[in-house]
Structure formats: structure tokens, C-alpha cells
């Protein structure tokens, strides 16, 4: 049975970095499309950023290109999205999934079907 984790959630100013990790157990993530989603209260859920099979193609939403990164770790079976400049408006429950179709990934949310627990992201001064 496939397990993702997330974690990193962390309290942060305006301008800081967190790193989100999502580390899966059961499922090998390197043949796998993994997307980062994040859901804010009272707002629909919206994809961030994925990253495809090898070799590993990535996409990012508008709001966050050129301020949040996806990579691989193989051998750690783990996802990252590096969050830089963070905003107020980056904040929610942040969540990592799994597409298990052949192609590259997309930020919609209805090829996934593995979901971890997510964590709290909270940007404030």
C-alpha cells in the first residue's frame, strides 16, 4: 500500500524559505508523475508544481515560477519543493500525490490517485 508523508510545514515570515518533503513508502516515485497541491481555507484546492517520470519533466504554476522548486531524490524516495521569497498568499495546507499514467504531469488534481496527510504552511509577519 502506498504511503507519501509530507512534512516541513513550518510558521514563516514574508521573504523566507521552507522546503516541503514528501517521502513515500510502498511506491517508487522515480516512475511516478508527483505533484505538490495546496489547499487554503475557504479556496479549492490548486495545483503548485509536479514533476514527471525520468526524465523528469517539471511544471509550476504561474504565482509560484521562479520563486518554488521541485526535485528528486532517488535513492531518499523523496520529493522536494523548495520554497523561496514565500508570500502571504503561499499560505496553506500543502499536500503531495502520485499519478501513476504515462506522460508528463499535470497540475490538475484528478489523474492522482495517492494523496498524503499534508502540512501547514503559515506565512506571516
Known amino acids: 500500500q502506498a504511503q507519501l508523508v509530507e512534512s516541513g510545514g513550518d510558521l514563516a515570515q514574508p521573504g523566507e524559505s521552507l522546503r516541503l518533503s514528501c517521502a513515500a513508502s510502498?511506491?517508487?516515485?522515480?516512475?511516478?508523475?508527483v505533484g505538490w497541491f495546496r489547499q487554503a481555507p475557504g479556496k479549492r484546492r490548486e495545483g503548485v508544481s509536479c514533476?514527471?517520470?525520468?526524465?523528469?519533466?517539471?511544471a509550476y504554476r504561474n504565482s509560484v515560477k521562479g520563486r518554488f522548486t521541485i526535485t528528486r531524490d532517488n535513492a531518499k524516495n523523496t520529493v522536494y519543493l523548495a520554497m523561496n521569497n514565500l508570500k502571504p498568499e503561499d499560505t496553506a495546507v500543502y499536500y503531495c500525490?502520485?499519478?501513476?499514467?504515462?506522460?508528463?504531469?499535470?497540475?490538475?488534481?484528478?489523474?492522482?490517485?495517492?494523496w498524503g496527510q499534508g502540512t501547514q504552511v503559515t506565512v506571516s509577519s
Open positions: 514533476i514527471s517520470p525520468t526524465p523528469g519533466r517539471t
Open positions: 510502498g511506491v517508487n516515485l522515480e516512475d511516478l508523475a
Open positions: 500525490a502520485t499519478d501513476p499514467t504515462f506522460g508528463d504531469c499535470a497540475l490538475d488534481s484528478d489523474p492522482y490517485n495517492h
